[in-house]
């Protein structure tokens, strides 16, 4: 399963932990995965959140593939001037 | 570094031709948003509040509707209910329903047959206000008893117990504080503010908009995204997305501030209710600065330790920032780059989102990282002075690199940071001798660039020339690169590469020329799309030689026969193949969208020297060096450009602009001559490095480029300020009275 890291302001919201443990094979499949275990995140990732796959940030790409070794980092929403 | 199908021998790219439209705008051909008229065409002026903060009890029209050659007038009425989210904010910052939230908020707007009759129609416009308690500063935003701008703005984040003007909290990081700062031979602590600054573009925000009753119409516009103003001004008006085609015009400068919309969705909404004429608006500069989105302000405490060799072992930086009187202000982004240069292990950041009787803040060059830069390099350069370290050689004991995790989580790929601190300090002006009262100052700084949704074409023309079809407005000289990008692909002239800049109605959907992504995003794009036409036109040669496609290869702009039983042809020029693509299978054309994951960010360093002038405070740029990882640069010239402009807007960021307002909360300065942006005589040529450590993400290796320069110049000026006179300032600008004051001992 693959690693996913949370920004110490959502581990409120996931019983406290920093990285959870989530099946799936794509980024979209494990962010379902994470609402369903800890439903209290949906807020945040509904306002936008970047995914971190890798090292490689990957936004709005619901289908980039998640490996099972894969580490994961939410982040917040980029954009730029 | 692996750079697997990476190109890295280069026909084209690195060159410096002139831009396909220079011509254009050095004789004046170019048309920007207020070039644009039509027959017929009426002329919108706005009604703005000259309060910070009061209920609109009453607008009366009647005078204005009454006058010769006035059309229309609209209010918050005349616009959808129901909005949510931030499409009810974009709304509500259009035009001002119950209350008006700062001064130069939009309440009312008229159409009428010429500038001046709307102008007298918007002053005959009569509204009663009730004034209402207002704040502009963020920690008296904060602080118990402060006006509350709109209860229930906060969102789920907010902790409780803190003030209704915190509408979002962000918290991040890693490590053990205690552990860290533990580890230190010394720990410094300071807190620091900034001003808002404006983005300062040339051209003021301009448009002209036609709606039908059937509310389908266009809009031309000057902006840096025109999928972004169509998605906006259709939501704000409650109409379907598709309704609105949206051309951009010619751009003069933009720097994340046209990336929203102001008066768009009003010259719609004038339009269709003066019977589908068209509305053309221009803003003032007096309306720039009032109401349209400078950055945030910041109000910043930042602790690092450090031992005596230089290594950081922890930082804690807490950043409050008001954007105004909507959520937005972008210390999201700080909380995750605040310490992004280095490699630390025990780190932590506090973010506040605070709201304000200001104008609505709009991206600005990185924003949210040059006021966090202020604050961290500025401890770093005292952790420095105090331990008698060289400040470049600190930074490179503790730079991040390839592999390093970053301090908002993942690991770095290739990245350039170590090469700019190298190369800084081996540049010249790092040992040139300093003068009486003159000082150096270093800093440096990141962004992280941006992908995003990309749409582009390409199409083979009959005589063998290229037209490139991308939806990223041209600000920096991108039609250049394009056409570069698409040269090097094809393997034929950068003249025979012609650029445009489509409308919404020719492309998928195209975030702005925003997040430094346009080189990269729609660069990609134009190769991709280029090899889907070479692809083609290999074929359609296989097809005329009886051979197999696969036996095909396409170099120096020819389609050639390869491998041992391909046979003997002579190559088939492009120009050849367009000339009979008619009769071969029809036109040729190629597409690429994506929304690219591969973008890679931008590392930077900056030397300074100041000279400060100890009877005035005033202080004088002596010379600037740029140093900057570019990945690839496409066109040398245009990303030294780059680095110069982020290098000039951070340098009056740090010494002069700033938003002035009254007890009154009016803005106090909101012309040019009192916001005072550095002009060409305030500055000496600022010297350029371009560091190239290849981004794998991109074929040609290719980072944005165009935001991180304005990150590391404020504390790298304040820096040298400090260096010149002994005294570390740690509010910004540095203005001559505020460094006058600091020379004598005064409290600043």
């Known amino acids: ?81 | 570094m692996a750079l697997d199908g990476q190109k890295t021998a280069y026909k084209y790219i690195g060159t410096t031709p002139n831009r396909p439209d220079g011509l254009d705008k050095v004789t004046g051909r170019a048309r920007y948003g207020a070039d644009i008229s039509v027959p017929g065409m009426l002329h919108g002026a706005v009604v703005r509040s000259p309060h910070a903060h009061a209920k609109i009890v009453k607008i009366d029209a009647t005078k204005a509707l009454a006058m010769e050659g006035v059309k229309a007038v609209i209010t918050r009425a005349d616009f959808p209910e129901g909005l949510e989210g931030e499409d009810w904010d974009i709304q509500e910052n259009c035009m001002a329903g119950e209350k008006a939230l700062y001064d130069g908020h939009a309440v009312a707007a008229v159409a009428a047959t010429s500038p001046l009759v709307a102008r007298d129609a918007a002053k005959a416009i009569e509204v009663t206000y009730e004034i209402l308690p207002h704040v502009t500063d963020v920690d008296e935003a904060m602080k118990e008893g402060a006006p509350v701008i709109r209860e229930g703005a906060a969102d789920f984040s907010v902790p409780e117990g803190l003030h209704p003007n915190v509408v979002r909290y962000f918290d991040s990081g890693r490590g053990d504080l205690d552990k860290g700062f533990a580890e230190a031979d010394l720990i410094i602590e300071r807190s620091f503010t900034t001003e808002a600054a404006h983005q300062g573009y040339i051209e003021p925000h301009a448009c002209l908009g036609q709606m039908g009753a059937d509310n389908r119409g266009e809009l031309w516009v000057c902006t840096q995204g025109h999928w972004f103003m169509r998605r906006m001004s259709t939501a704000v008006l409650g109409i379907e997305t598709t309704n609105i085609r949206v051309t951009p015009s010619e751009i003069g400068g933009g720097f994340g501030g046209k990336t929203t919309v102001f008066i768009e969705p009003l010259s719609l909404a004038l339009s269709r209710k003066a019977g589908g004429k068209p509305v053309k608006m221009v803003m003032s500069r007096n309306e720039v600065l009032r109401a349209t989105g400078p950055t945030a302000s910041a109000s910043m405490d930042v602790k690092m330790g450090m031992t005596k060799d230089g290594r950081i072992t922890a930082a804690h930086g807490t950043f409050r920032m008001q954007g105004g009187a909507f959520a937005g202000a972008p210390v999201d982004v700080t909380t995750m780059l605040a310490f992004a240069n280095y490699d630390i292990e025990h780190v932590h950041h506090i973010g506040y989102d605070v709201i304000t009787n200001r104008p609505r803040q709009a991206a600005y060059r990185a924003p949210g990282a040059p006021m966090a830069a202020f604050a961290t390099e500025s401890v770093i350069d005292e952790l420095c002075r105090e331990l008698g370290l060289d400040p470049i050689d600190t930074r490179l004991k503790n730079a991040a690199k390839e592999g390093t995790r970053a301090t908002f989580g993942p690991k770095y790929g290739p990245i350039g940071f170590m090469e700019t601190l190298e190369a800084a300090k081996a540049h010249p002006n790092y040992s040139e001798p300093l003068g009486p009262n003159q000082g150096r100052g270093v800093a440096s700084g990141y962004w992280m660039n941006w992908g995003g949704e990309t749409s582009a074409s390409v199409a083979i023309s009959e005589d063998g020339s290229v037209t490139v079809s991308v939806g990223t407005p041209d600000i920096g000289g991108s039609r250049a690169s394009m056409a570069l990008m698409a040269a090097e692909a094809f393997g034929i002239p950068y003249e025979n590469v012609r650029v445009n800049i489509s409308d919404t109605g020719a492309l998928g959907v195209n975030e702005p020329t925003h997040g430094s992504r346009a080189t990269y995003a729609s660069g990609l794009a134009t190769i991709r799309a280029a090899e889907e036409c070479i692809g083609k036109m290999c074929k359609r040669a296989a097809d005329k030689w009886g051979i197999d496609p696969e036996a095909v290869v396409w170099e120096d702009g020819c389609a050639k026969p390869s491998g041992p039983n391909a046979g003997e042809f002579p190559p088939m020029t492009i120009a050849e193949i367009a000339g009979e693509m008619g009769g071969t299978g029809g036109p040729i054309s190629g597409h690429y969208e994506d929304s690219p994951a591969g973008f890679s960010g931008s590392f930077g360093t900056h030397v300074v020297d100041v000279e400060v002038d100890p009877e005035t405070g005033r202080t004088t740029i002596l010379r600037y060096l740029v140093v900057q990882d570019a990945g690839k640069a496409i066109h040398p010239a245009y990303v030294e450009g780059q680095f110069q402009g982020g290098a000039a807007q951070g340098i009056g960021w740090a010494l002069n602009e700033e938003y002035i307002y009254g007890e009154d909360g009016r803005l106090q300065n909101p012309v040019f001559l009192d916001y005072r942006v550095p002009v060409a005589s305030d500055l000496p040529m600022i010297d350029t490095v371009i560091v190239e450590v290849p981004n794998p993400g991109h074929p040609y290796g290719v980072r944005g480029v165009g935001e991180t320069g304005i990150t590391p110049p404020l504390p790298a000026v304040a820096n040298a300020v400090r260096d010149a006179t002994g005294k570390r300032i740690c509010k910004l600008p540095l203005r001559p009275s505020r460094v006058l004051a600091a020379i004598q001992g005064k409290e600043v």
């Open chain 1, 1 to 81: 399963m693959a690693e996913l890291h949370l920004w110490s302001g959502l581990r409120a919201l996931a019983d406290g932990k920093e990285m959870v443990e989530i099946e799936g094979e794509t980024v979209g499949q494990v962010l379902d995965g994470l609402v369903a275990a800890y439903p209290g995140l949906e807020p945040a990732l509904k306002r936008g959140v970047s995914v971190a796959v890798d090292g490689q940030i990957v936004p709005n790409s619901r289908n980039h593939p998640v490996k099972p070794d894969s580490e994961i980092f939410l982040l917040q929403k980029l954009a730029g001037g």
